[in-house]
């Protein structure tokens, strides 16, 4: 598999976990509960999301530059 598919693939399902992780945390501030975990869950997808989307960010100037 080409790496930068493999990066767009992964990103985008990090994404998707990401969102659900923000969901589950809005509802449960909704509900009151004391979980500090469920804040804690969006940041687990949220690190290597913002990796992935930096190298998609970053890779057209630098193959212009190549």
């Known amino acids: 598999m080409n790496w930068d ?3 767009r693939r992964t ?3 990090l994404s998707i976990i990401f969102v659900l992780a923000v969901i589950a945390n809005i509802a449960a501030m909704v509900m009151k509960a004391d979980a500090v975990w469920i804040g804690l869950a969006a940041l687990v997808p949220l690190i290597p999301l913002m990796l992935t989307g930096l190298y998609m960010f970053v890779r ?3 193959a212009r530059r190549a």
């Open 11 to 13: 990103h985008r399902w």
């Open 5 to 7: 598919l493999w990066i």
């Open 60 to 62: 057209p100037y630098v």
